[in-house]
């Protein structure tokens, strides 16, 4: 039978005294500046840069780059260059059940199953083509 270990009091860590575990806490080392020194390497040691100097590196330009605008598109423009609108339909508990039956059933998503059953129902209110295109939409594609 094999030895089961022991959770021993040293192997347990005090509220706010715990240390990583690859590392033993008892020295500390001059260049482990953070911390950190595990894979036993040696410190890379950098020359310390004047903050005063970094002032002049960082440039931000005073206008706009060319080609960029920043007016706001209009809020139809990705509808009316193919894109597609997204919304949230609130189901309640046995809808969302028979849907996500109807979806299993049919191996189809919900989308496709609630985009199919949209279109049958907007083809039966002829009305809308014509209200639609008054509008400057274009149909559905």
Request: proline share 0%; hydrophobic share 35%.
């Given at each position: 039978m094999a030895r089961v270990a022991r959770l021993a009091p040293h192997l347990l860590a005090r509220k706010g005294s715990a240390t990583p575990?690859?590392?033993s806490g008892l020295t500390e080392s001059a260049e482990d500046d953070l911390g950190w020194n595990d894979m036993g390497h040696d410190a890379d040691t950098f020359p310390a840069?004047?903050?005063?100097?970094?002032?002049?590196?960082v440039a931000f330009p005073s206008e706009p780059a060319a080609g960029r605008s920043l007016a706001r598109r209009p809020?139809?423009?990705?509808?009316?260059?193919?894109?597609k609108a997204a919304f949230t339909l609130r189901l309640d508990a046995e809808r969302h059940l028979k849907l996500r039956l109807a979806c299993a059933h049919d191996a189809r998503s919900a989308q496709s199953l609630l985009t199919a059953a949209l279109d049958r129902l907007l083809d039966d209110m002829p009305d809308l083509s014509q209200l639609a295109d008054q509008s400057g939409?274009?149909?559905?594609t």
């Open positions: 575990a690859m590392r840069t004047d903050v005063t100097s970094m002032g002049s590196v809020r139809g423009a990705s509808l009316a260059a193919g894109g939409r274009s149909g559905r």
